[in-house]
Structures are given as structure tokens and as C-alpha cells.
């Protein structure tokens, strides 16, 4: 039997004020305090056992939080475009992923800026399959193939375009597949899902150790970074809504302050003493391996949490390029709403 209509019209308008309430418990422009006063920051990571987001993790581990007296939990989404979506919704209030989503949101009108810049490189390598090593040599031999990223409109994918956007080819030429990271891409590249693709340590150093791929594009350095997307290209970031950074200015100063002690940290730290402070499990494919991973990568962080300007206007170029989010509206983007240094330059040195 029907329900009459005004009985159906007024469910409706239950369910509206239901989803409504839903969407004020998880307020985007207020962060949650303790019963004991504590700011309570939930991060999400985009990977948070990739070795170009260890900052997070060993930031915890270290107990800088806890010294900048604050209650932090450590969530892990594998792709950074997933990640930012968390932090728009409000179920998080800020997100360590790459640098560039900010641009690519201020392009959807949303404001989001990174306070803390964990490094000027991307950290990101293209790997080919081992069997297909002869035919795929560079970003030219892209046609025809099909190329792993952790998600459409995720900053693999991004640089993929880049890559092969550099050789003349567009995303027509080649075909994109969603692989994630970790275990889900070494299946794809062992399998054949994907004959090249884009991804990071401790990945890398599993694949390449045992011979199953080999490297194309190597962006972990700041020579391999220039020579692959023309400058350098800060990536991996502490980012925020900017109604957030502008209302809660302390709680920010704090979250910087524990970033830049850890990045110091680094600095004065052997890969081993690293791999030491971190979850036994980020090293499940060996220790040995799991060191070796963060030798070949931590070089990527820069040991400030500064941003590098000339970094930042190389991204904007890169997405003008090829973000189709960006490409239109370029020369409306303002860098300066999407990074600031004003915090971790109040870190003592």
C-alpha cells in the first residue's frame, strides 16, 4: 500500500534535517578540544607507511605531539585525492599529501594551504616492468601502454600527464589505471595490469631488489626532479583548510613546531637510527630493505618545513599544463594563498 503523499513529503524532509545534523557534527572550520583542554588534530596521510610521508609517523613516534601539547590521531588514505576530500567534508582537519592539490583546489574554489613543507621533490619514481624494460625506455614509449597511478586526479597522475605530456603524447595515447600503492601495485607490474607506472619507497626498492622493474624517471633528487619535470616540484606537505590556518593560528604554530623538530631530527639521524623509531610492520618486505628505502629517499626532506618559491611557481606551471582543473583558469591562481611560511619561522632554531 502507498503511503499518502503528505506522509511521503514529510519522511523527505526528515531525512533532509537527518543528513543536515549529520553535516554539523563534523564542523570543517572548528578543531575539537579535549576534556582536558587539549586541541584533538586528526591527520589524514595519503600512505602512511610511504616513505615520502614518514614525517607523520615518526613525528609520533618521537613525541612531538604530545610536547606541543597536542592530541593527534594519524588516519592513512592511499591516495592523496581521497585524502583531500576527507579534509573538505570536515572529518579532518589537516592532511599530509602533496603540495600541489592546493592549487589544484584553489582552481575549484576552495582555499587550502600547506603550513608546513616537508620536501622540494616529489619522491616519486616511474617504474617499468622488467619484461618490458627494452620497449619502454622514457616517457616517449608511453604510446599504447598502460600506466599505474594511485587514483585519477591524484598527483601520480599529475606528473604522468607531465611525463608523457613532455614526450608530445596526451592522456589519449596511453591508458590510466588506478593501481593504489604498496602491495596492490607491485601486483599490477608483476602481473601485467600496468606496464609502467608511478610510485615510492619502500615499493620501489621492493621491486627493483628483485628485479621485477627497473627505473625510467627518478624523481627523489633534486637533479632527477629538474632533468624530469624541468625545476623542482615541492610535494609531500602538511596542508589545511585556510578558515582553519586564519581561526586556530596557536594550534597550527604547535603542529608546525612538531613537524620542523622531526625534519630536524632527520637531519641528524642514519637511516637506520629512522627505520629504529618506526612501526615493526613498515618493514615487512625485510629490514634490510626497509633501510635501504629510506637511504634512497630521505634526502627528499628539507629539514626546515620552508617552502621553496621557485618550487611552488614549477608546480603552478606543471598543472597549467596538464591539470584540466587548472589549465583554464592559470592566471587566476594565487600562490600565496596556498603556502605559508609564517609558522615553521616561528619554530626556535
Keep these: 500500500m502507498r503511503r499518502p503523499l503528505w506522509t511521503r513529503g514529510a519522511a523527505a524532509a526528515l531525512a533532509v534535517v537527518a543528513v543536515l545534523a549529520s553535516a554539523g557534527c563534523r564542523e570543517s572550520r572548528t578543531v575539537p578540544v579535549g576534556a582536558d583542554g587539549q586541541p584533538e588534530i586528526t591527520i589524514m596521510v595519503g600512505g602512511v607507511d610511504k616513505v615520502i610521508y614518514l614525517p607523520a609517523m615518526l613525528t609520533e613516534r618521537l613525541g612531538g605531539f604530545e610536547r606541543q601539547g597536542l592530541r593527534v590521531k594519524l588516519l592513512s588514505e592511499q591516495s592523496g585525492a581521497n585524502a583531500e576530500t576527507t579534509l573538505l567534508s570536515g572529518d579532518v582537519q589537516a592532511v599530509v599529501g602533496f603540495y600541489d592539490h592546493t592549487i589544484d583546489l584553489q582552481a575549484k574554489d576552495q582555499c587550502i594551504t600547506s603550513v608546513v613543507q616537508l620536501a622540494d621533490v616529489p619522491g616519486e619514481v616511474e617504474l617499468v616492468a622488467a619484461d ?8 616517449a614509449d608511453f604510446r599504447g601502454r598502460k600506466l599505474g597511478v594511485t587514483s585519477l586526479g591524484s598527483s601520480t597522475d599529475f606528473l604522468t600527464r607531465y611525463l608523457a605530456g613532455s614526450a608530445g603524447l596526451s592522456t589519449s595515447d596511453y591508458t590510466t589505471v588506478k593501481v593504489g600503492a604498496g602491495q596492490t601495485f607491485v601486483a599490477g607490474i608483476t602481473n601485467g595490469g600496468i606496464d609502467a607506472g608511478m610510485t615510492t619507497d619502500p615499493t620501489v626498492a621492493q621491486l627493483v631488489n628483485t628485479g621485477r622493474a627497473k627505473v625510467i624517471a627518478d624523481m627523489r633528487t633534486e637533479e632527477g626532479t629538474r632533468a624530469a619535470l624541468g625545476g623542482l616540484y615541492p610535494a609531500s606537505s602538511v596542508y589545511m583548510k585556510c578558515e582553519i590556518v586564519e581561526r586556530y593560528p596557536e594550534v597550527v604554530r604547535k603542529l608546525a613546531a ?12 642514519s637511516p637506520e637510527e629512522i627505520a629504529d623509531r618506526m612501526p615493526a610492520s613498515y618493514a615487512n618486505a625485510g629490514r634490510d630493505l626497509y633501510v635501504q628505502s629510506i637511504r634512497d629517499s630521505v634526502g627528499m ?10 618550487g611552488a611557481r614549477n608546480v603552478l606551471k606543471v598543472l597549467s599544463e596538464f591539470s584540466t582543473n ?11 594563498r596556498t603556502y605559508t611560511t609564517k609558522f615553521v619561522d616561528q619554530v626556535p632554531s
Design 132 to 139: 618490458k624494460a627494452e620497449e619502454i625506455r622514457g616517457p
Design 258 to 269: 612538531a613537524f620542523v623538530e622531526t625534519l630536524r631530527w632527520m637531519k641528524q639521524h
Design 301 to 310: 626532506f628539507n629539514g626546515t618545513g620552508r617552502m621553496n618559491p621557485e
Design 326 to 336: 587548472v589549465k583554464p583558469k592559470k592566471d587566476r591562481i594565487d600562490l600565496s
